[in-house]
């Protein structure tokens, strides 16, 4: 039996939840406090959510669990077959974790800080993560997902643009707030569909 550490509202669980559920696959969830982290330290020697436990190998970070999860279990796939197809999903991947998702990090920092949110670079961070939804909506023109059949781009994606529609009235997490500010949008229809789609899928 799969083993998954989690707190609530964790952007990265929730890729790893919509992976899962995708694949069929049953797995007893722990729940953490997000104020003591002690569970996960102890199995994982970090301590950050996702975790997840495979029997002898435990596997901290989410993309590292999508690749195990697809590794072990390729049916259904969340990559392309086709080699030069599976590539760019895994450019994707790569631009979506070191580079969009670079500005709302820095933000939620800087916010933390105490930083002014009008100073100049703080309200550039905030403009940046609004102008990408452009490139989201004109991927999703003509399909009805990222690259077209569900897959590992939307399983990456979609717990962070899933704050352009909606932020739960007891999400507490600052970089939750900061991306539903920066992402919320009327503009970007596809995007906003494309969410809605996305959220009907289950999750485990």
Not at 173 to 190: G, N, Q, S, Y
Request: aromatic share 8%; no cysteine; hydrophobic share 45%.
């Amino acid at each position: 039996m799969l083993r998954l550490y989690r707190f609530p509202y964790s952007t990265n669980v929730e890729r790893v939840a919509l992976a899962l559920a995708y694949k069929g696959l049953e797995v007893e969830s722990v729940a953490v406090d997000p104020g003591d982290r002690s569970p996960v330290e102890a199995i994982s020697g970090q301590p950050l959510v996702p975790v997840l436990v495979d029997g002898d190998l435990v596997i901290p970070d989410s993309t590292a669990i999508l690749e195990h999860l697809e590794a072990r279990h390729p049916d259904p796939p969340l990559y392309p077959a086709d080699p030069a197809r599976r590539a760019e999903a895994r450019i994707f991947v790569a631009w979506f974790n070191r580079v969009w998702k670079a500005p709302p990090n820095l933000l939620t920092d800087a916010l933390d800080e105490g930083r002014d949110p009008s100073e100049p670079e703080l309200v550039a961070w905030g403009e940046e993560v609004h102008a990408l939804l452009d490139l989201f909506d004109a991927l999703l023109d003509g399909r009805d997902h990222l690259m077209g059949d569900f897959g590992i781009a939307d399983v990456v994606a979609w717990p962070f643009l899933r704050y352009a529609v909606s932020l739960d009235d007891d999400d507490t997490d600052r970089f939750h707030h900061v991306l539903a500010e920066h992402l919320r949008t009327d503009a970007h229809p596809r995007v906003v569909a494309w969410v809605e789609r996305v959220a009907r899928r289950p999750m485990a």
